[in-house]
């Protein structure tokens, strides 16, 4: 998540990491390395992968190695480590698939949340504390308080970028340069420190897998800001989350908008008039039944 780059920003990694080369990169050969049983299947590494490790709030990457499912992927010593469900021969080269829906998926939700966090960040001088990619919707906390009003205004900057469709950089750089340079990160980095700069918004210490260019993100929603241990922790959808939603919250619209005879945007109106009516009724109800 943002700020964090940890080992993975290393250059110096023994298996080489496709994924930073080409974070769309979905098939690959590599020959295996070493393969050992383990408690849930079986540890494999290879010379070069495109799966991305389990990381800085995001999750692994699944798919295929050898037409067999990759249950996990985890950075050991290293070395990336796949668990599979069954064993491959070591020193046979293999194709891998990286499940391409799940990594963009991942993708837009991680570059939607720097482009939001540096918005955030900038206008409200706060800091990104939290940052979990769930299966379902993304969280990331802030260590300030923020109104409804802060958080939907930081919405509509970041939808603006996105329009915009401004470029995402990745970089390494150079110790003096990057000495001069204002980053956001929540920790103490040694070695290669691996930048992602995103248009003018952001820029930050960062080992996760991101778009080319912010238009891929496709959308940003944001669905809660809730207090949280002194700060705010905010709920957000990106791209394909984004639009899933929109989809079901208006085919439930549609549903009440039928069921209330008034049109879809003038809804909550008519539930008002009917919360009105019933109130009405059972107050003459319990007047009847006093009588």
Same mark, same amino acid.
């Given at each position: ?11 110096? $990694? ?11 990169? +979905? ?40 037409? =067999? ?10 070395? #990336? ?6 064993? !491959? ?17 991942? $993708? ?10 540096? #918005?955030? +960040? ?18 990331? %906390?802030? /260590?300030? %308080? ?5 958080? $939907?205004? *930081?919405?509509? &900057?970041? /939808? *603006?970028? #996105? ?6 950089? =990745? ?20 070695? &290669?420190?691996? #930048?992602?700069?995103? *248009? /003018?918004?952001?820029?930050? &210490?960062? +080992? ?5 260019? +912010?238009?891929?993100?496709?959308? =940003? ?15 957000? !959808? ?39 009516? /019933? ?13």
């Amino acid at each position: 998540g943002s700020g964090l780059a940890g080992m993975k920003g290393m250059l110096s $990694m023994k298996t080489d990491t496709l994924y930073y080369e080409d974070p769309f990169l +979905c098939t690959f050969t590599a020959t295996v390395r070493t393969c050992e049983a383990v408690e849930n299947g079986y540890a494999v590494t290879l010379d070069r992968t495109a799966f991305y490790p389990e990381g800085g709030g995001q999750p692994a990457d699944h798919g295929t190695l050898g037409g =067999i499912p990759v249950l996990d992927v985890q950075e050991q010593h290293d070395e #990336i480590v796949h668990t599979l469900s069954q064993p !491959l021969a070591v020193d046979q080269t293999v194709e891998g698939v990286v499940d391409w829906d799940r990594r963009f998926d991942h $993708m837009q939700q991680h570059s939607g949340e720097h482009i939001l966090s540096g #918005i955030l +960040c900038d206008r409200y001088h706060c800091d990104n504390v939290g940052f979990h990619l769930g299966a379902d919707t993304v969280t990331i %906390d802030y /260590n300030t %308080d923020l109104t409804w009003e802060q958080v $939907m205004a *930081a919405e509509a &900057a970041a /939808n *603006a970028v #996105i329009w915009a469709d401004r470029p995402v950089e =990745i970089t390494y750089p150079d110790p003096d340069t990057l000495a001069h340079l204002a980053y956001r990160s929540k920790k103490e980095l040694t070695g &290669a420190i691996r #930048i992602v700069t995103v *248009a /003018n918004v952001d820029v930050c &210490a960062c +080992c996760g897998t991101h778009v080319e260019r +912010c238009g891929q993100v496709g959308s =940003i929603k944001l669905t809660s800001a809730q207090s949280y241990k002194g700060g705010t922790r905010v709920t957000m !959808l990106c791209g394909m989350r984004a639009y899933e939603d929109h989809c079901i919250k208006f085919q439930n619209a549609e549903a009440v908008s039928g069921l209330l005879s008034a049109k879809i945007n003038e809804t909550a109106a008519a539930v008002q008039r009917l919360a009105d009516e /019933n109130a009405a009724l059972r107050a003459e109800k319990a007047a009847l039944e006093t009588r």
